[in-house]
């Protein structure tokens, strides 16, 4: 019979931590002390790889295109990525929490392939927000998956990044013709109209978790208009 096994725990910066387990052949990440809730596992990431196929797919033809994920999570949004992209591109990931590297970097990292190790892959343990303050105009696209949704579970200091403000800041660092994708457990229309305030024409997609049923996740993707 499978049980949970914990092997790390990571914390989490202003407070908190997140735990590692081995799950039978799977990876679990929960938030310690939580409801016992899954935030990501290895066996579903469906939606992960949704976040970014449909945004890199529109960009591909460009030369050396620079994309920006905002948080590694369990490293198959990086590695699906990396799948859409030339050679010339540059991948960079911006992760809060220094654990979770270091978990992809680890037995975790197998799952999807060891990402990190591509050439085009630039790994930061930086706030997603300051580089979106600091490269304007400076990536053809945004994929953010930073937390569970426009309302922050993890850390109430994402929630930044879904306001009009965050948004605002996302757009400036797009280039022109830039796409932003955002990954949410659930939809949330006040979210969506949110980002049309923000200047961006996007549409919800909805998205399997694993396959082709059960749980369903919402991707928002989100054209930057000329200003």
């Known amino acids: 019979m499978k049980r949970f096994v914990l092997l790390d ?15 039978g052949d799977d990876f679990v990440i929960k938030i310690q002390g939580g409801n016992g809730n899954q935030l990501m596992n290895t066996r579903t990431h469906g939606s992960e790889d949704a976040l970014v196929e449909i945004p890199c797919k529109r960009i591909a033809s460009r030369a050396q295109v620079r994309v920006l994920i905002g948080g590694l999570g369990m490293g198959f949004t990086l590695a699906s990525a990396l799948r859409q992209l030339g050679a010339d591109a540059e991948v960079l990931v911006a992760e809060l929490v220094p654990g979770v590297i270091e978990w992809n970097r680890g037995a ?9 190790r591509d050439a085009r892959t630039q790994v930061l343990n930086q706030d997603v927000a300051e580089l979106l303050r ?8 945004i994929m953010l998956d930073v937390d569970n949704g426009p309302e922050g579970l993890t850390q ?3 929630s930044w990044l879904y306001s009009l403000d965050g948004l605002d800041a996302c757009a400036r660092a797009l280039r022109p013709g830039g796409v ?6 659930s939809a949330d229309r006040a ?3 949110k980002l ?4 961006f024409k996007a549409e919800e997609v909805q998205v ?7 749980t369903r996740h919402t991707i928002w993707i989100a054209d930057k208009r000329k200003r």
């Open 180 to 185: 932003l994708a955002v990954w949410s457990a």
């Open 191 to 193: 979210f969506a109209e």
């Open 196 to 199: 049309a305030r923000a200047g």
């Open 156 to 158: 109430k200091r994402n």
């Open 208 to 214: 399997y978790a694993h396959g082709n049923r059960g």
């Open 108 to 116: 975790l990292g197998e799952k999807s392939g060891h990402p990190l």
């Open 9 to 23: 725990t990571a914390a989490i910066p202003a407070g908190g931590a997140l735990c590692l387990f081995e799950y």
């Open 134 to 141: 600091a490269q304007p105009e400076g990536f053809d696209a």
